[in-house]
């Protein structure tokens, strides 16, 4: 009888596995600090997001750095948050963190699970698309 190998992935300092962690923890920085420059220094030429607010302006995909550092300028306007990780997942080309945020989001108590997928090129980010547990109506507000 022929004894079957599993194909094992060794994870490794450097490896595709720290791609989520550090992409996560530079957008976290944007969010809860506004330094973006870890974040950007992160992503391809042709970076592109989507984010579910709420708003005309947010509806479709969003492209390029620009328009990642407005994103991150109008969110710290309206919600002051600190996001909590709670678990990371990774393959070849995509990145998943499931994370908790807490804050105020306009004057108000604001907490939320959410989930960001990154799209990877090699160590780059290309994209990432964020889900959100509760609709953010206050954001109109």
């Known amino acids: 009888m022929k004894k079957q190998q599993a194909d094992v992935t060794k994870v490794s300092e450097g490896s595709t596995q720290n791609r989520s962690h550090q992409a996560f923890q530079s957008f976290r920085r944007a969010i809860e600090d506004g330094q973006t420059a870890d974040f950007l220094a992160l992503v391809t030429n042709d970076f592109h997001f989507y984010v ?28 002051q948050v600190r996001l909590t990780p709670l678990v990371e997942l990774e393959d070849t080309n995509y990145g998943m963190v499931v994370f908790r945020a807490e804050g105020i989001l306009n004057h108000n108590p604001y907490n939320n699970e959410l989930a960001i997928v990154f799209e990877f090129e090699e160590a780059k980010i290309r994209s990432f698309r964020e889900y959100v547990g509760m609709p953010l109506k206050n954001y109109e507000g």
């Open 52 to 79: 579910p607010l709420p708003l005309e302006d947010w509806k479709l995909v969003q492209y390029g750095k620009q328009r990642f550092e407005e994103l991150i300028r109008f969110e710290r306007e309206v919600l």
